[in-house]
Protein backbone atom coordinates (compact mmCIF):
# COMPACT_ATOMS: atom_id res chain seq x y z
CA UNK A 1 0.00 0.00 0.00
CA UNK A 2 2.87 2.33 1.23
CA UNK A 3 5.01 1.89 -1.79
CA UNK A 4 1.85 2.05 -4.55
CA UNK A 5 1.15 5.16 -2.69
CA UNK A 6 4.29 6.84 -3.14
CA UNK A 7 4.38 5.63 -7.09
CA UNK A 8 0.67 7.30 -7.74
CA UNK A 9 2.45 10.46 -6.23
CA UNK A 10 5.24 9.85 -8.36
CA UNK A 11 3.06 9.98 -11.46
CA UNK A 12 1.07 12.85 -10.58
CA UNK A 13 4.34 14.66 -10.24
CA UNK A 14 5.39 13.96 -13.04
CA UNK A 15 2.52 14.17 -14.79
CA UNK A 16 2.37 17.91 -13.38
CA UNK A 17 5.72 18.73 -13.86
CA UNK A 18 5.19 17.11 -17.75
CA UNK A 19 2.35 19.34 -18.41
CA UNK A 20 3.61 22.48 -17.15
CA UNK A 21 6.41 22.43 -18.82
CA UNK A 22 4.50 22.09 -22.29
CA UNK A 23 1.98 24.97 -20.80
CA UNK A 24 4.55 27.31 -20.16
CA UNK A 25 4.56 27.69 -24.37
CA UNK A 26 0.89 28.83 -24.27
CA UNK A 27 0.53 30.82 -21.69
CA UNK A 28 0.99 34.92 -22.95
CA UNK A 29 2.79 37.20 -21.06
CA UNK A 30 0.58 38.07 -18.30
CA UNK A 31 0.83 41.90 -17.61
CA UNK A 32 1.01 42.03 -13.78
CA UNK A 33 -1.72 44.70 -12.52
CA UNK A 34 -1.05 48.51 -11.42
CA UNK A 35 -2.22 50.29 -8.96
CA UNK A 36 -2.82 54.01 -11.78
CA UNK A 37 -2.30 56.31 -9.11
CA UNK A 38 0.52 54.92 -8.53
CA UNK A 39 3.13 56.90 -9.90
CA UNK A 40 6.12 55.98 -12.21
CA UNK A 41 9.24 57.19 -12.06
CA UNK A 42 11.07 57.51 -15.32
CA UNK A 43 14.98 57.17 -13.70
CA UNK A 44 13.87 53.98 -11.70
CA UNK A 45 11.35 52.33 -13.94
CA UNK A 46 11.56 53.04 -17.46
CA UNK A 47 15.64 53.88 -17.71
CA UNK A 48 16.27 50.76 -16.18
CA UNK A 49 14.31 48.78 -19.83
CA UNK A 50 16.61 50.87 -21.52
CA UNK A 51 20.12 50.65 -20.08
CA UNK A 52 20.16 47.18 -18.11
CA UNK A 53 21.95 44.38 -19.79
CA UNK A 54 22.42 47.24 -22.94
CA UNK A 55 19.11 46.43 -23.72
CA UNK A 56 19.01 49.04 -25.69
CA UNK A 57 22.00 51.34 -25.23
CA UNK A 58 23.95 48.45 -27.04
CA UNK A 59 22.72 50.46 -30.20
CA UNK A 60 21.32 53.87 -28.96
CA UNK A 61 24.46 54.75 -27.11
CA UNK A 62 24.68 58.51 -29.25
CA UNK A 63 25.02 57.31 -32.55
CA UNK A 64 21.30 55.96 -33.30
CA UNK A 65 18.55 58.32 -32.20
CA UNK A 66 17.62 58.62 -29.59
CA UNK A 67 20.02 58.25 -27.44
CA UNK A 68 18.82 56.39 -24.39
CA UNK A 69 21.55 56.34 -22.42
CA UNK A 70 20.81 57.04 -18.80
CA UNK A 71 22.25 60.96 -18.72
CA UNK A 72 20.55 62.13 -22.47
CA UNK A 73 17.67 59.41 -22.70
CA UNK A 74 15.12 62.16 -20.87
CA UNK A 75 16.07 64.81 -23.20
CA UNK A 76 16.28 62.98 -26.32
CA UNK A 77 12.62 61.31 -25.80
CA UNK A 78 11.07 64.19 -24.60
CA UNK A 79 10.05 65.36 -28.13
CA UNK A 80 6.54 65.19 -30.29
CA UNK A 81 8.80 62.68 -32.42
CA UNK A 82 9.37 60.28 -29.25
CA UNK A 83 6.16 61.32 -27.05
CA UNK A 84 2.18 62.11 -28.02
CA UNK A 85 0.76 63.42 -24.59
CA UNK A 86 -2.50 63.82 -26.47
CA UNK A 87 -2.90 60.10 -27.71
CA UNK A 88 -0.17 58.22 -25.16
CA UNK A 89 -0.46 54.93 -27.33
CA UNK A 90 0.46 56.52 -30.49
CA UNK A 91 4.00 57.82 -29.03
CA UNK A 92 6.99 56.28 -31.10
CA UNK A 93 8.96 55.27 -28.11
CA UNK A 94 5.78 53.33 -27.17
CA UNK A 95 4.74 51.86 -30.71
CA UNK A 96 7.89 51.38 -32.28
CA UNK A 97 9.57 48.25 -30.00
CA UNK A 98 6.11 47.12 -28.95
CA UNK A 99 5.76 43.66 -29.38
CA UNK A 100 3.60 44.10 -32.37
CA UNK A 101 5.56 47.04 -33.43
CA UNK A 102 8.30 47.52 -36.71
CA UNK A 103 11.24 47.22 -34.54
CA UNK A 104 13.60 44.27 -34.81
CA UNK A 105 14.13 44.66 -31.20
CA UNK A 106 11.27 44.53 -28.86
CA UNK A 107 9.62 45.53 -25.43
CA UNK A 108 7.76 42.11 -23.19
CA UNK A 109 4.30 43.53 -23.08
CA UNK A 110 5.11 44.37 -19.19
CA UNK A 111 7.80 47.04 -20.62
CA UNK A 112 5.68 48.51 -23.52
CA UNK A 113 2.53 48.59 -20.50
CA UNK A 114 5.09 50.75 -18.17
CA UNK A 115 6.53 53.15 -21.18
CA UNK A 116 2.96 53.75 -22.15
CA UNK A 117 1.47 54.33 -18.39
CA UNK A 118 4.47 56.74 -17.94
CA UNK A 119 3.47 58.43 -20.94
CA UNK A 120 -0.36 58.79 -19.67
CA UNK A 121 1.10 60.19 -16.63
CA UNK A 122 2.41 62.90 -18.10
CA UNK A 123 5.90 61.69 -19.37
CA UNK A 124 7.60 63.17 -16.36
CA UNK A 125 11.65 63.36 -15.66
CA UNK A 126 10.74 61.98 -11.87
C1 LIG B 1 20.82 46.00 -32.32
C2 LIG B 1 20.72 47.47 -32.27
C3 LIG B 1 19.49 48.06 -31.62
C4 LIG B 1 18.93 47.77 -30.39
C5 LIG B 1 19.41 46.76 -29.36
C6 LIG B 1 17.78 48.62 -30.26
N1 LIG B 1 17.64 49.42 -31.34
FE1 LIG B 1 16.25 50.84 -31.65
N2 LIG B 1 16.95 51.20 -33.49
C7 LIG B 1 18.11 50.64 -34.03
C8 LIG B 1 18.32 51.15 -35.38
C9 LIG B 1 19.46 50.77 -36.30
C10 LIG B 1 17.23 52.03 -35.64
C11 LIG B 1 16.96 52.83 -36.94
C12 LIG B 1 16.49 51.93 -38.00
C13 LIG B 1 15.12 51.44 -37.71
O1 LIG B 1 14.22 52.28 -37.65
O2 LIG B 1 14.95 50.23 -37.51
C14 LIG B 1 16.40 52.04 -34.45
C15 LIG B 1 15.26 52.78 -34.29
C16 LIG B 1 14.57 52.94 -33.11
C17 LIG B 1 13.48 53.85 -32.90
C18 LIG B 1 12.89 54.79 -33.95
C19 LIG B 1 13.78 56.00 -34.03
C20 LIG B 1 13.18 57.13 -34.84
O3 LIG B 1 13.50 58.29 -34.55
O4 LIG B 1 12.40 56.85 -35.76
C21 LIG B 1 13.10 53.74 -31.61
C22 LIG B 1 12.00 54.50 -30.90
C23 LIG B 1 13.95 52.73 -31.01
N3 LIG B 1 14.83 52.27 -31.95
C24 LIG B 1 13.85 52.32 -29.70
C25 LIG B 1 14.56 51.25 -29.18
C26 LIG B 1 14.36 50.73 -27.86
C27 LIG B 1 13.37 51.28 -26.84
C28 LIG B 1 15.19 49.67 -27.71
C29 LIG B 1 15.31 48.73 -26.54
C30 LIG B 1 14.10 48.02 -26.20
C31 LIG B 1 15.96 49.56 -28.95
N4 LIG B 1 15.53 50.53 -29.80
C32 LIG B 1 16.95 48.62 -29.14
C33 LIG B 1 18.94 49.74 -33.41
C34 LIG B 1 18.68 49.12 -32.20
Avoid at 22 to 37: F, Q, S
Avoid at 49 to 58: D, E, L, P, R, V
Avoid at 71 to 79: D, G, I, P, Q
Wanted: with cysteine.
Amino acid sequence: MKIKLKILLLVIVAAFMASSCLYDWEIPEEIPDRDPDQEISFSEEVLPIFTSGNNCTACHNGSQIPDLREENAFSSLNSTRYINKTSPEESRIYTYPHPDGEHYKKYTLTQADLILAWIEQGAKNN
